[in-house]
């Protein structure tokens, strides 16, 4: 049985008070949240002050992104996986759409972070998802398996259960516009055969694959309530307490 997981990006929003502030008032709304894993991504400069003040809650803490590199170094504005842990991160997002459209991060380097992550002991969320041109073109399966492959290439069987895959159209990302239920549950069933074929079977029905993409406490239920939808990662409706914990309370 898969825990599912609700995971909020706050991406650039919030500074280190406001983001304290969201954080203290979502501690008691998602208190008795055990059916699923509850986690917040602040901006960096915030890790440390929401994840002191979540210490002892379930609710944790993840970056948003990292560098490649795991050692300290001479890598200005980059920020290394052991220093993430050591601001009290359990979680890190790599791939993101942003990060990919706006960065240029290809394959290669979110693979890179993704074992930057897995070495540092966290758990790390991997994004993946087509652009609408892609889907229009009917090359969205595609462009996902090849995404899944390039990402986690190299990762060994004791690393699977650290990795959670977060699927998110890039035409559902900040638009309003959420895929259907079965259309996620199309891709996720599909990510799952990949990931069997690339590595197990048994680590692909253990894997949690989220959906992302103009989730709302209004289509929430309806997503979890699809076979390989395993939780959602948030954007927008994450940034107020009351609505991300309307999401992760939506039983
Ligand atoms: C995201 O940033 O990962 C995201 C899914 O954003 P939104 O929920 O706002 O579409």
Redesign the pocket.
């Known amino acids: 049985m898969r825990k599912s997981v609700i995971a909020g990006?706050w991406?650039m929003y919030k500074n280190v008070g406001d983001s304290v502030t969201t954080a203290v008032a979502l501690k008691p709304l998602v208190a008795n949240a055990n059916h699923c894993e509850v986690v917040i991504a602040p901006v960096f400069t915030a890790l440390k002050s929401v994840a002191d003040r979540l210490e002892g809650s379930n609710i944790r803490v993840s970056a948003q992104n990292c560098a490649t590199e795991r050692a300290e170094g001479a890598f200005t504005g980059e920020v290394a996986t052991f220093m993430l842990r050591d601001a009290g991160c359990s979680h890190v997002i790599v791939g993101?759409s942003?990060r990919r459209q706006y960065f240029l991060e290809t394959d290669q380097i979110v693979s890179q972070k993704t074992q930057a992550g897995l070495a540092a002991g966290l758990m790390v969320i991997v994004?993946v998802g087509e652009t609408l041109e892609q889907r229009d073109q009917g090359k969205a399966l595609d462009v996902v398996k090849g995404q899944i492959v390039g990402s986690l290439s190299g990762l060994t069987a004791s690393d699977l259960d650290r990795i959670i895959i977060?699927y998110?159209p890039v035409w559902?990302?900040?638009?309003g516009r959420t895929a259907t239920p079965e259309q996620a549950q199309e891709m996720h069933a599909f990510i799952r055969r990949v990931f069997a074929e690339g590595h197990s079977p048994a680590a692909a029905e253990a894997l949690r694959i989220l959906y992302?993409?103009?989730?709302k406490p209004d289509n929430i239920a309806g997503l979890m309530k699809q076979t390989d939808i395993d939780g959602a990662?948030?954007?927008?409706?994450s940034l107020s307490a009351e609505s991300f914990a309307q999401i992760v309370n939506y039983k």
Request: aromatic fraction near 0%; hydrophobic fraction near 35%.
């Open positions: 990006n991406k993101h942003e994004c977060a998110e559902a990302i900040g638009t992302g993409g103009s989730v990662l948030v954007g927008g409706a």
